[in-house]
């Protein structure tokens, strides 16, 4: 191996994490401080049971959304038994809820989701909520609202069968959304206007203000659900500057933060279907973009700095024997864990060739929606039913412990980690463990 490789890697991956100044010991967005679903903390526990179980605080509906959390606050959203669209502010000590605004009306369910599937997104300052409507509003941490638009009512409501589920990416003052959906929309799908076609963009909205930065088109040659995308951008620091890298549509694709403008995209697999929606959002390990497929399709490394079509030219290396449909990797101690949450399998891979180091499977029966979350040498995850798993990420696959909800399910969010403690989210509760 060239021996400037690994120190080449090393610094693009540690200057793709130098962008985020969130403290390790808050989980500020979905995919935590590092955008990869890990954080560097200590202490949690490896024990999950009534012994490390500090406190459970009912919520009012189910929902995918992962709670976010900043100093002794946690923000999550929820519907409430009127279908409003409600963000809740709980004190992270206590589970207390210091208080809850409505921020949108008109709660649908599809299949398993809601309009509560993105999660809210915190600068340790303000707290900014997104629902499937298009409603988007932004409190300050005592719940003062600050402004609120519905982007439905701008764009056209977000046209995908299963509801809009990307979480906004905040980055210096600035969020940024990916609206990709399916340009011509049934009658059947769940519309919040009368509308029968709209584009696919990114949308940068300046965060102190509510107003639009900019908006770019993002094409695509994909059909019908496979133009959709729930994914959540990330961005990426190399060769090209600051990238914010997207998927969806069956490609994955870098743009630049400053206007949208797209400087790359690779086609991920080679097969064309009309139902390739793709839900899993791209990742950065070991200095490779990575992006998964739906429905059996490969994760495919790129490498950096590609310029036009990258399909070929800067391809890395593929996964094909237990990708991910829904779960999005986790990079943690340098290392990758992908999840294939309908066989329950887990793999742990070197992200500079794709080697596979070792695979398992997590007990019980049912799919795994949620994706995970991994810090101080350990995984954490929960499947549909409601058990929530503690695992090693350590030299062999091993199942450190597990604790049930019964009657608390469909689980569908994914653990945060923060501050010494996990916090699950259930459809009857929220429950947060932690050492005594």
Same mark, same amino acid.
């Given at each position: 191996?060239?021996?400037?490789?690994?120190?080449?890697?090393?610094?693009?991956?540690?200057?793709?994490?130098?962008?985020h100044?969130?403290?390790?010991?808050?989980?500020?967005?979905?995919?935590?401080?590092? #955008?990869?679903?890990?954080?560097?903390?200590?202490?949690?526990?490896?024990?999950?049971? /009534?012994?490390?179980?500090?406190?459970?605080?009912?919520?009012?509906?189910?929902?995918g959304?992962?709670?976010? &959390?900043?100093?002794?606050?946690?923000?999550?959203t929820?519907?409430?038994? #009127?279908?409003?669209?409600?963000?809740?502010?709980?004190?992270?000590?206590?589970?207390?809820?210091?208080?809850?605004?409505?921020?949108?009306?008109?709660?649908?369910?599809?299949?398993?989701?809601?309009?509560?599937a993105?999660?809210?997104?915190?600068?340790?300052?303000?707290?900014?909520?997104?629902?499937?409507? =298009?409603?988007?509003?932004?409190?300050?941490?005592?719940?003062?609202?600050l402004?609120?638009?519905?982007?439905?009512?701008?764009?056209?409501?977000?046209?995908?069968?299963?509801?809009?589920?990307?979480?906004?990416?905040?980055?210096?003052?600035?969020?940024?959304?990916?609206?990709?959906?399916?340009?011509?929309?049934?009658?059947?799908?769940?519309?919040?206007?009368?509308?029968?076609?709209?584009?696919?963009?990114?949308?940068?909205?300046?965060?102190?203000?509510?107003?639009? &930065?900019?908006?770019? +088109?993002?094409?695509?040659?994909?059909?019908?659900?496979?133009? !959709?995308?729930?994914?959540? /951008?990330?961005?990426? #620091?190399? @060769?090209?500057g600051?990238?914010?890298?997207?998927?969806?549509?069956?490609?994955v694709?870098g743009?630049?933060?400053?206007?949208?403008?797209?400087?790359?995209?690779?086609?991920?697999? !080679?097969?064309?279907?009309?139902?390739?929606?793709?839900?899993?959002?791209?990742?950065?390990? =070991?200095?490779?973009?990575?992006?998964?497929?739906?429905?059996?399709?490969?994760?495919?490394?790129?490498?950096?700095?590609?310029?036009?079509?990258?399909?070929?030219?800067h391809?890395?290396?593929?996964?094909?024997?237990?990708?991910?449909?829904?779960?999005?990797?986790?990079? +943690?101690?340098?290392?990758?864990?992908?999840?294939?949450? #309908?066989?329950?399998?887990?793999?742990?891979?070197?992200?500079?060739?794709?080697?596979?180091?070792?695979?398992?499977?997590?007990?019980?029966?049912? @799919?795994?929606?949620?994706?995970?979350? =991994?810090?101080?040498?350990?995984?954490?995850?929960?499947?549909?039913?409601?058990? &929530?798993?503690?695992?090693?990420? =350590?030299?062999?696959?091993?199942?450190?412990?597990?604790?049930?909800?019964?009657?608390?399910? @469909?689980?569908?969010?994914s653990?945060?980690?923060?501050?010494?403690?996990?916090?699950?989210?259930?459809?009857?509760?929220?429950?947060?463990?932690?050492?005594?």
């Amino acid at each position: 191996m060239n021996p400037i490789r690994p120190l080449a890697l090393a610094l693009a991956s540690a200057l793709a994490l130098g962008l985020h100044a969130a403290s390790d010991a808050d989980w500020p967005q979905w995919r935590g401080p590092h #955008q990869d679903g890990s954080t560097r903390m200590a202490g949690l526990p490896a024990t999950l049971g /009534p012994s490390t179980l500090r406190w459970s605080t009912p919520l009012p509906g189910k929902a995918g959304s992962t709670p976010v &959390v900043t100093g002794d606050r946690i923000f999550l959203t929820s519907p409430d038994e #009127q279908r409003n669209l409600v963000l809740f502010c709980l004190d992270r000590k206590s589970g207390k809820v210091l208080w809850s605004r409505v921020a949108g009306v008109g709660d649908k369910e599809v299949g398993r989701n809601n309009t509560c599937a993105p999660s809210p997104v915190t600068d340790g300052k303000r707290v900014w909520a997104l629902f499937g409507t =298009g409603d988007l509003a932004a409190f300050d941490l005592d719940g003062k609202p600050l402004w609120s638009r519905n982007l439905g009512k701008d764009f056209g409501s977000l046209g995908l069968m299963w509801i809009y589920g990307a979480s906004p990416l905040l980055l210096d003052g600035r969020l940024y959304l990916p609206v990709l959906q399916r340009k011509e929309v049934p009658p059947d799908y769940p519309r919040f206007d009368g509308k029968p076609g709209r584009d696919s963009f990114l949308l940068c909205i300046d965060a102190k203000s509510g107003k639009d &930065v900019w908006k770019a +088109l993002r094409t695509t040659d994909s059909t019908k659900e496979s133009s !959709e995308s729930y994914a959540t /951008p990330v961005t990426f #620091q190399g @060769p090209n500057g600051t990238e914010l890298i997207i998927v969806g549509g069956d490609h994955v694709s870098g743009h630049r933060l400053k206007d949208g403008s797209e400087i790359w995209r690779a086609r991920l697999y !080679e097969k064309r279907d009309d139902w390739y929606r793709i839900v899993t959002s791209p990742v950065i390990a =070991g200095g490779y973009i990575l992006a998964s497929g739906p429905k059996g399709q490969p994760v495919v490394a790129f490498k950096p700095g590609a310029k036009g079509d990258a399909t070929t030219t800067h391809r890395a290396w593929d996964f094909r024997e237990a990708p991910t449909d829904w779960s999005t990797p986790c990079v +943690l101690d340098g290392r990758l864990y992908v999840l294939d949450g #309908q066989k329950r399998i887990l793999t742990k891979l070197d992200p500079a060739d794709g080697r596979s180091i070792w695979s398992g499977k997590i007990p019980g029966s049912g @799919p795994i929606w949620g994706s995970l979350s =991994g810090a101080g040498g350990r995984l954490y995850v929960h499947d549909e039913a409601g058990t &929530v798993f503690a695992l090693s990420a =350590g030299d062999a696959f091993e199942v450190l412990s597990s604790h049930a909800f019964p009657g608390e399910a @469909p689980c569908k969010g994914s653990v945060a980690l923060a501050h010494g403690r996990l916090f699950v989210r259930t459809a009857k509760a929220l429950h947060c463990f932690g050492q005594p």
